[in-house]
């Protein structure tokens, strides 16, 4: 039971680069969303999804686009990286149930040069 | 809107001693609350959730924490700190209805020293 697996685990690009994260979960999750933890600030939600072929901007999105093409894939987009993307990034799933908790993976360390 | 506030940015205990992270809330309902655990390199794991009921709640790893309504507080606690608890822990409030709307606080670094 892998739960929710992100790819890849690091990446370096340069600032006009695009790149495409990839989050896979196998709990039969409704919800997905990705998140950008930097310091001193917790996680900020950048986009979420309640379901397959939908997806809704969170706290943060500019700069990202995410697509839901299959219920256990959510994929986060950079299309134009600059150095403020920086950061840890993590996917999270969970079940419709808003009183349960969401699930992580363990993230995606992306360094924009 | 929701909001978390853990106020306090690091702490160290040593190790055996007993431990309190502190986690304040704003939110106009009652909220769902959760406490999770940080490693260094990994994602967050789920320690603990309060939804309704008994207002002290057991977690894994012998944490547990307390949801004091009239305090706004959801406090996480340990009696006796072992050095494998050494991570950043983060306090989280949900909100009821729509898709999960949770809110996570800046976190508490927790070191321990023998």
């Known amino acids: 039971n892998a739960g929710v697996t992100q790819t890849p685990k690091f990446r370096v690009l340069k600032t006009g680069q695009s790149m495409t994260l990839l989050c896979a979960q196998d709990?039969?999750?409704?919800?997905m969303y990705w998140y950008r933890q930097d310091p001193g600030m917790g996680l900020r939600l950048i986009h979420y999804?309640?379901?397959?072929?939908?997806?809704a901007k969170g706290e943060v999105p500019d700069g990202y686009n995410v697509s839901r093409l299959k219920k256990q894939n959510f994929l986060l987009g950079l299309e134009s990286a600059a150095p403020s993307q920086t950061s840890v990034y993590f996917c999270?799933?969970?079940?419709?149930?808003?009183?349960?908790?969401?699930?992580f993976g363990d993230g995606t360390r992306l360094s924009i040069l | 809107a929701q909001s978390v506030t853990q106020p306090d940015i690091h702490i160290t205990v040593s190790e055996g001693a007993s431990l309190e992270l502190r986690c304040n809330y704003s939110y106009g309902a009652t909220p769902y609350l959760f406490w999770y655990v940080q490693s260094p390199g990994q994602g967050l794991q789920l320690l603990l959730k309060?939804?309704?009921?008994?207002?002290l709640v057991q977690g894994i790893k012998g944490f547990e924490a307390e949801f004091k309504r009239s305090q706004s507080s959801f406090n996480l606690r340990k009696p006796s700190v072992h050095w494998s608890d050494a991570a950043e822990y983060f306090c989280?409030?949900?909100?009821?209805?729509?898709?999960?709307?949770?809110?996570f606080g800046t976190g508490t670094k927790l070191q321990v020293i023998p």
């Open positions: 989280a409030v949900g909100a009821s209805g729509g898709y999960q709307k949770v809110t």
């Open positions: 309060y939804f309704s009921g008994d207002t």
């Open positions: 999804s309640v379901g397959e072929g939908t997806t």
């Open positions: 709990m039969n999750h409704e919800y």
């Open positions: 999270a799933s969970s079940s419709s149930n808003s009183n349960q908790p969401q699930h």
